[in-house]
């Protein structure tokens, strides 16, 4: 079954959005493409302009860029929350999971009430819900936990209810707009390896929003830099390093060397 959306928009060529994606990879390599996609808010603001982006399955991308260039805003479109523009998206809505910075659990249910929440949402009978969501728990590391409510969390565990959350639908592409900024430096860490642990069992697709360059670099492939609202991509970097990873590539001088790399082309961002 083909659930790929294929979006077109009418303003901006939409022939040549599609010549664009197809030229360079094959379909069915293609998790997640935008190719010259802008948006405009109803207000007049103008959130994304011409952002061209194509993740084969499997990557794991990281977005860095300066504070509102519409980073948010593109996984917003990007899952059907807002609409964009023009430009074309090529996104399998289905199987798509995301996360946000704020772990938005349901105070008043449990840990695994939360966890099977998007389950209910899409119908799932309540005994595979319950089977599937204790899994999730456990893969996260919160077995003995299921039976909490969220107000006996740590901010860390929060996050990891989240996780299993939308892990539970067991997405191919997997959005994350900076999941990990409200934490301390040592859960941060440590929640890093536990995703990239997730990403290599679960080998999913990934697109990460991070204002941490050691965390982008840390976990993907593939990092890449926006420009100042209205946000496009100026730059993008390979990240040389294979899985899996360890906390000793932190420490490391070409790990260093490349944070070093990014940040420049950042500070330009910010700067233009
Ligand atoms: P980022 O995630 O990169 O910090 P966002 O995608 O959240 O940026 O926002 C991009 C820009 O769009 C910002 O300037 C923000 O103020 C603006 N913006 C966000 N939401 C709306 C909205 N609903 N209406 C108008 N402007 C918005």
Known sequence: MNTHEHEHSTAHSPGQAVAALSASVPPSELALGFSDVSMRFPDGTEALSGVSLSLLRGEFVSIVGPSGCG????LKIASG???????EIRVDREHLGYTFQDATLLPWRKVRGNVELLMELRGYPAAERRRVALEQISLVGLDGFADHYPKRLSGGMRMRVSLARSLALNPSVFMFDEPFGALDEITRERLNDELLALYLRKGFTGLFITHSIPEAVYLSSRVVVM?????????????????PRGPELRYRADFAALCGEISVSLRRAIEE
């Open 81 to 87: 929350l807002y609409p964009h523009t023009s430009g």
């Open 227 to 243: 420009s100042r609202r209205p946000g496009r991509i100026l730059e993008t970097f390979e990240v040389p390093f294979g899985y």
């Open 71 to 74: 980073k948010s805003t593109l």
